[in-house]
């Protein structure tokens, strides 16, 4: 689909899903006659929905005497309402409309997305350039963000945007959740680290979701290259790909798969995992699957709030984003079910934001987790990591699966491959054999470049080089890509022809030169 093509109909799909009856929408409170509104826009899931709606309900009536309500719109994942409302936007201002106006509130996501949306988009008309963001900053009162956030940074990662465009609601993390009665027999240990994905004796039993489709499982794949840096972070990503029985459109289907026994191990969000054990442990197996945060490799991502421009009710917004910063919208993430203060039915695992909260009341947490400790000392992380997640995950892993797979397979089955869960890298392999393959397998892509050159993708210069090129247009008249695609579209595709051709010098080694 060309761009503009894609940006209409993007635009429009975002336009339809608002005009639903959003009380129709499950997970939404149907708003008693007479009560204020605010239209909040979520892709979190209808558990969240439900106990948000009502406390909030019950907060507004205590707190200001009067009836209100939350009418809920759920296009899609995180990434999917991005992409969505930045359609949306562009739309307008091509047709020279203000932006927004159909909702009030972005409720769930990661940061990233919301440093993307608070950016300026902007568009040229007959000669003229018109731009706008998706976000409106929102100023809080100061002692409400210095109770919430104190300084504001978390392990070197910020909790709320300092020009308000965001704030944080939740922590999230990224771990494995785990079915101990298909590790066991296989001689595979309790995971500690990400080498567990990569391990051979999972062939088959890991569970994936698509990064271009699911914004948590970008943000834990970027995590894995993150701590584990770029070459060996992504020979773990290409080995758990190699391994995976699937790959899904849907993060929370992996950890589903693994609860219901057609995997061993699976890559997700925290309260995925946490979900899924504890839904398996209800239903009378408790102990078979278990979530587990890799200490000290893992990260802490906020799950932010923001006012959307064009707001039709704005004090409302203003009042739902001030509860669930409140100590009684706090308190629903974590608290018992059924007990005071905590959420009426629905156990939602997810990690507070307010540190006064943790420190005052953590021995009522259901998840007795630390976050500066779980973290760690992080290191500097590298802002040009996640732009490439999804389109070398997709060019390796989806559109060269079953190639993926057949290389994969003979390196997995070398003799001198470690048995143990052992990642091995070309540069540590004694065979010649095993070496040769390793490194095509493992090799960096290689990326077109003006002037007829290739860049290969090793390092941050390369990272950045490319991203400017590519994806923010440096090199559009350089005659690399049809001006009509999408430069994204064109790099995956890229990206792909280039992954073929090492997974075919991969099996070509074993074929005495023919792949």
């Avoid at 009418?71 to 949306?88: F, M, N, Q, Y």
């Avoid at 197996?285 to 906020?302: F, K, L, N, Q």
């Avoid at 579209?489 to 030169?513: C, K, P, W």
Wanted: glycine content about 10%; charged content about 25%; aromatic content about 6%.
């Amino acid at each position: 689909m060309r761009i503009g093509a894609r940006a209409a109909f993007l635009a429009l799909a975002f336009l339809a899903l608002l005009a639903v009856p959003a009380v129709a929408r499950r997970g939404s409170v149907r708003p008693p006659r007479g009560a204020a509104t605010v239209i909040v826009v979520t892709p979190h899931p209808e558990e969240i929905r439900i106990e948000f709606a009502q406390a909030f309900a019950a907060w507004h009536r205590a707190r200001f005497g009067e009836d209100a309500a939350v009418v809920w719109s759920t296009p899609g994942g995180a990434g999917d309402i991005r992409r969505l409302l930045e359609a949306g936007a562009l739309a307008a201002l091509r047709q020279g409309q203000p932006i927004g106006g159909g909702a009030d509130i972005l409720f769930g996501g990661g940061s990233y997305e919301y440093e993307q949306l608070k950016r300026p988009l902007s568009v040229e008309v007959d000669g003229v350039r018109r731009s706008g963001a998706v976000l409106e900053p929102l100023a809080l009162d100061p002692a409400l963000l210095a109770e919430c956030f104190g300084d504001g940074m978390l392990a070197g990662r910020p909790l709320r945007d300092p020009e308000g465009y965001w704030f944080g609601t939740a922590l999230s993390s990224f771990g494995l959740v785990f079915n101990a009665e298909l590790l066991a027999p296989r001689g595979v240990a309790v995971p500690g680290g990400w080498d567990a994905l990569a391990d051979p004796r999972l062939r088959g039993l890991v569970a994936m979701a698509n990064p271009a489709q699911s914004a948590s499982i970008a943000s834990a794949m970027d995590t894995v290259l993150q701590r584990e840096g770029w070459e060996r972070g992504w020979a773990i990503l290409r080995r758990a790909a190699g391994n995976a029985r699937s790959i899904s459109a849907s993060a929370p289907r992996a950890p589903i798969d693994v609860g219901q026994g057609d995997a061993a191990l699976a890559l997700c969000i925290d309260f995925y995992g946490r979900a899924q054990e504890q839904a398996v442990s209800d239903g009378g197996s408790p102990g078979r699957i278990a979530y587990v945060d890799p200490v000290g490799r893992t990260t802490v991502d906020p799950d932010p709030v923001a006012l959307l421009r064009g707001a039709p009710h704005p004090e409302h917004a203003r009042r739902f984003v001030e509860f669930v910063l409140s100590a009684e919208g706090q308190r629903l993430w974590q608290f018992v079910p059924g007990t005071e203060g905590g959420p009426r039915r629905h156990a939602l695992r997810r990690l507070p934001v307010r540190r006064d909260l943790l420190a005052r009341e953590g021995d009522r947490f259901m998840d007795r987790v630390d976050p500066a400790a779980l973290v760690g000392d992080a290191a500097a992380q590298n802002p040009d990591v996640r732009a490439f997640v999804a389109p070398m995950f997709v060019a390796v892993a989806l559109e060269n699966r079953d190639l993926l797979r057949e290389a994969w397979a003979l390196v997995a089955s070398h003799p001198e491959y470690p048995r143990d869960g052992r990642v091995l890298l070309s540069s540590e392999a004694r065979s010649p054999e095993l070496r040769a393959m390793l490194a095509a397998f493992d090799a960096p892509p290689r990326v077109p470049a003006p002037g007829g050159r290739t860049i290969d993708l090793r390092g941050p210069e390369d990272l950045r080089a490319v991203r400017d090129g590519w994806l923010r247009g440096g090199w559009k008249d350089a005659g690399l890509w049809d001006p009509a695609d999408a430069p994204a579209d064109a790099l995956r595709r890229a990206l792909s022809r280039d992954a073929e051709a090492r997974l075919r010098e991969v099996i070509a080694v074993t074929n005495g030169g023919r792949a």
